[in-house]
């Protein structure tokens, strides 16, 4: 036998010693299995993680000899092999987490910026049709800039309670239907907005010069086009407020914060109904403003919410699920 073989000779047997020194049970297996899939799909270019490409129990032929050589290898087993890992996986799910603390920022910024705008604008007065119309003109630039404002607004909701949704799980029955109810009340409240800011505001500046006539038109229109923004703006709020309810169910069930925010949203959400329905056709800056401050604290306390780590949640649960 030459060198080259007594070589292999021993180091089959240093091997074989190896394996029957480290059995592993099936925890293990299944630990280093999907830790080194998830590292592999967060290296790799495809957006499908590998671990959701094969049952927990079956795996392919290459991954399974990948993970038992690398069980034999000290290098794994050693401190100085599983702190890089480790660090890789910290790496790997700190994305989610700070993704979701943007998307408080937004929440709480909306709330306080649309709230300011909306307490800026104000009717122009008169007495008359065309007085009315006139003040209603003057106030474009005003009009237009607030309610511009409110719809960017509506939208940064929109991405923060998805954003929401999705840390609490898309795929709980009562997640979706709270944010599919929630973005509909979205898609409301902007047509309210379009239609007081810039429907109305062009309407009156297109008739304060037209004929009599023609400005007693406009002067109706304007009024019923605010009997409806009215009626959309109050679906829009109560259809947010079932999505905040819904979600709140949800969170009354766990512990720390969570519950607490979910206490909020209930109560919040009561009280936007509550002053909907109590509110007359034509709502009062008074009415809109004291919905604004009820919605006001369920906002900040679901920016909260998304600024704070999951506790207690697993970072991988996080990630988006693979659609097969």
Request: charged share 15%; with cysteine.
């Amino acid at each position: 036998m030459g060198s080259v073989g007594i070589a292999a000779w021993l180091m089959r047997g240093q091997m074989q010693r190896g394996v029957r020194k480290f059995r592993p049970d099936k925890r293990h297996v299944k630990f280093y299995v999907e830790a080194g899939l998830h590292h592999r799909s967060a290296c790799s270019d495809s957006n499908v993680p590998l671990a959701n490409l094969y049952p927990a129990k079956t795996f392919p032929k290459d991954a399974v000899a990948s993970v038992s050589a690398s069980m034999t290898t000290p290098a794994v087993h050693d401190r100085r092999g599983m702190i890089p890992m480790l660090q890789d996986a910290a790496t790997f799910t700190d994305q989610p987490i700070q993704r979701t603390r943007t998307a408080g920022i937004v929440i709480a910024s909306a709330a306080v910026i649309s709230t300011l705008f909306v307490a800026l604008d104000h009717s122009g007065g008169g007495s008359n049709p065309l007085e009315i119309l006139q003040g209603i003109a003057r106030l474009q630039l005003l009009k237009e800039v607030v309610h511009a404002v409110a719809i960017a607004s509506v939208c940064a909701f929109a991405f923060g309670y998805a954003t929401l949704a999705r840390r609490l799980g898309l795929r709980r029955p009562l997640i979706l239907l709270g944010l599919t109810t929630y973005l509909i009340g979205c898609a409301a409240m902007i047509g309210a907005t379009i239609t007081d800011g810039f429907i109305v505001t062009h309407i009156a500046v297109d008739a304060i010069h037209a004929a009599p006539e023609r400005v007693a038109f406009a002067y109706n229109l304007i009024h019923y086009a605010g009997v409806a923004l009215n009626d959309m703006a109050k679906l829009g709020w109560i259809l947010q407020a079932v999505g905040t309810l819904a979600w709140s169910i949800a969170l009354v069930r766990e512990q720390g914060f969570n519950q607490v925010a979910g206490v909020v949203g209930m109560l919040s959400s009561t009280l936007v109904v509550a002053l909907i329905f109590g509110s007359a056709t034509n709502m009062s800056m008074t009415s809109l403003l004291s919905v604004l401050l009820a919605q006001l604290i369920w906002n900040f306390a679901a920016a909260v919410l998304l600024a704070r780590d999951p506790a207690g949640v697993n970072p991988l649960a996080l990630q988006e699920p693979a659609i097969s």
